[in-house]
Nanobody, 123 residues
Framework: QVQLVESGGGLVQAGGSLRLSCAASGRTFSSYDMGWFRQAPGKEREFVAAISWNGGRLYYADSMKGRFTISRDNAKNTVYLQMNSLKPEDTAVYYC????????????????WGQGTQVTVSS
């Protein structure tokens, strides 16, 4: 059974930075592409970023390009999301997920999800 555990969320002022981590259990982490999604109150879940199994391909939602950076350390079974220049509209619960196939932007193409970590950006 795959378990994904996010950490690193918190309260930050606008313009600040946070780095989220997602630790995965199991020995197959390095074989899978991974992604980050977020969901704000009253809004649908939205794609944030994705990374291929070896880190060679990166994908970002347009609104995050230039501010967010996804990376991974396969030796540590961990994927990261560095978030800079945070805005109040980035406030959401952030989830990491393991990609199952298909395009990276649809949450339905991810088979395993973490419990999420809250990010709150104050103005």
């Amino acid at each position: 059974q795959v378990q994904l555990v996010e950490s690193g969320g918190g309260l930050v002022q606008a313009g600040g930075s946070l780095r989220l981590s997602c630790a995965a259990s199991g020995r197959t982490f390095s074989s899978y592409d991974m992604g980050w999604f977020r969901q704000a109150p009253g809004k649908e879940r939205e794609f944030v970023a994705a990374i291929s199994w070896n880190g060679g391909r990166l994908y970002y939602a347009d609104s995050m390009k230039g501010r967010f950076t996804i990376s991974r350390d396969n030796a540590k079974n961990t994927v990261y999301l560095q978030m800079n220049s945070l805005k109040p509209e980035d406030t959401a619960v952030y989830y990491c997920a393991r990609h199952s196939g298909g395009d990276y932007y649809a949450g339905t193409n991810y088979g395993y999800w973490g419990q999420g970590t809250q990010v709150t950006v104050s103005s």
